[in-house]
């Protein structure tokens, strides 16, 4: 096994499901020292769990945080810094698909919601991340966008008007921060079957969601949802040093779906 995050620290929001906790594992597995954020303490101490059946010596530190709130942000980016002196990679995650309608019954409040996880909370960790990076003159963010942030796909707009924000920050903040030894990147995964798009197959059809399954992956170019592990691997490589020359680039995880005319 690759030894690429040896003696470095990776700062993981999201952490209790999906793809952050699948990336959480993979960047253990290759000697990561973790430190671990998400808004739900339970699913926290699950990803721990996981982890040190996979890496019994490993160090993972915990914080429960609300990413859309700035003091929260600061608060998880201090406490990281103090426990390990540095951060090293920063896979900056966090986000929630909500509620799906048409733009004019979206809601303001849904609207404001969305936005406020997925690109504010990107924002502030960003921020106070940049920070810290900046000072040690090296490091790497992966940020989560979504095919969302690419193509439209309807019905979401918040989900749209965020994630396309997550690009903007990235390609912006990227072409700032190169000079500092610093690489930014965004990933835009299709639909990976985690508990975010089992929620959402549950919100079209609530008794028959694995059948709407299904159907859903009938148009993309391999018939399936991507698997959690899959981003897991492309995350550890964006975040090792071997992909110090990829900056402000956007990279699609979705079976080439969003390729297709
Ligand atoms: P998930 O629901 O399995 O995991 C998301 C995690 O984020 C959860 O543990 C949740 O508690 C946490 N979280 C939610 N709101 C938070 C907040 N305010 N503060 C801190 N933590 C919070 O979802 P996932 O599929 O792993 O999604 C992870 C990221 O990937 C999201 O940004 C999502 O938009 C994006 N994404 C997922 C897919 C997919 O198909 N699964 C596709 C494209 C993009």
Known sequence: MSNRFEDKVVLITGAGSGLG??????????????????????????????ILKTVPEAEVLLITADVS?????????????????????????????????LTEEYGTDEFHKVVGINLNGVFYGMKYVLEVMKKQGSGSIVN??????????????????SKHGVV??????????GQF???????????????????????????????????????????RFGKPEEVGYLVAFLLSDQASYINAAVIPIDGGQSYKY
């Open 21 to 50: 906790q699948a990336s959480a594992i993979q960047v253990t597995k290759e000697g990561a020292k973790l430190s671990l954020v998400d808004l739900n303490s339970d699913s926290l101490e699950e990803t721990k769990k996981l």
């Open 69 to 101: 709130k700035e003091d929260e942000v600061k608060n998880y980016v201090n406490k990281t810094v103090e426990t390990y002196s540095r951060i090293d990679g920063f896979f900056n995650n966090a986000g929630i698909e909500g509620k799906q309608n």
């Open 144 to 161: 989560t966008a979504s095919v969302g942030g690419i193509r439209g796909i309807g019905n979401q707009s918040g989900y749209a008007a």
């Open 168 to 177: 903007g920050l990235t390609r912006n903040s990227g072409i700032e921060y």
């Open 181 to 223: 030894g610093i690489s930014i990147k965004a990933i835009a995964p299709g639909a990976i079957m985690t508990p975010m798009v089992e929620g959402s197959l549950k919100q079209i059809d609530p008794e028959n969601w694995e059948e709407v399954g299904k159907q859903f992956v009938q148009p993309n170019p391999m018939k």
